[in-house]
């Protein structure tokens, strides 16, 4: 389970370099606030993930 949250966070990372990369060849400014709800999504996510694997609860 623990490869799978890492996993998870890669590919949160991969896909903020991506939009990220695509925003700076077309430059727009909506590429960029894309990649800041990207990562904010990952790492909510990512948190939620281990508050989960460690307790077995997200909200207690």
């Keep these: 389970m ?4 890492l996993a998870l966070d890669t590919l949160a990372i991969n896909a903020i370099a991506l939009v990220m990369l695509i925003g700076i060849a077309t430059s727009s400014q909506t590429y960029f606030e894309a990649a800041l709800l990207i990562a904010m999504m990952g790492f909510v996510g ?15």
């Design 2 to 5: 623990p490869d799978r949250i």
């Design 46 to 60: 990512t948190v939620a993930l281990c508050k989960f694997l460690l307790s077995g609860d997200i909200i207690a």
